[in-house]
């Protein structure tokens, strides 16, 4: 079973940075591939980036413009999202996700365990 629990959202200035973090609370999260979801007030669920189950292969939105970072670490059952240089279109409710697939997918539907999400606010 599958556990996600994010943490490390909060209030930042634009052009600052925050690290985003996500604890799966199972046994079997080296079998998942995860990504990091966002979503703004009104919006849909937008791609923000994923990470294959090693950790070897990394895809990113186009929005991001090499301002982000995604990691994991496996012994520490934990999937990470360094940002920096914020701007204030990021701010939203970002949320960790994960896929049994191996494949790099861009799509919700895809992952099939979700976190409750954290709060990401950009002031100007």
């Given at each position: 079973?599958?556990?996600?629990?994010?943490?490390?959202?909060?209030?930042?200035?634009?052009?600052?940075?925050?690290?985003?973090?996500?604890?799966?609370?199972?046994?079997?999260?080296?079998?998942?591939?995860?990504?990091?979801?966002?979503?703004?007030?009104?919006?849909?669920?937008?791609?923000?980036?994923?990470?294959?189950?090693?950790?070897?292969?990394?895809?990113?939105?186009?929005?991001?413009?090499?301002?982000?970072?995604?990691?994991?670490?496996?012994?520490?059952?934990?999937?990470?999202?360094?940002?920096?240089?914020?701007?204030?279109?990021?701010?939203?409710?970002?949320?960790?996700?994960a896929s049994p697939s191996p494949v790099l997918d861009r799509?919700?539907?895809?992952?099939?365990?979700?976190?409750?999400?954290?709060?990401?606010?950009?002031?100007?």
């Open positions: 079973q599958v556990q996600l629990v994010e943490s490390g959202g909060g209030l930042v200035q634009a052009g600052g940075s925050l690290k985003l973090s996500c604890v799966d609370s199972g046994r079997t999260f080296s079998a998942y591939t995860m990504a990091w979801f966002r979503q703004a007030q009104g919006k849909e669920h937008e791609f923000v980036a994923a990470i294959t189950r090693s950790g070897g292969g990394l895809v990113y939105a186009d929005f991001v413009k090499g301002r982000f970072t995604i990691s994991r670490d496996n012994v520490k059952n934990t999937v990470y999202l360094q940002m920096n240089s914020l701007e204030f279109e990021d701010a939203a409710v970002y949320y960790c996700a799509t919700p539907g895809q992952y099939d365990y979700w976190g409750q999400g954290t709060q990401v606010t950009v002031s100007s």
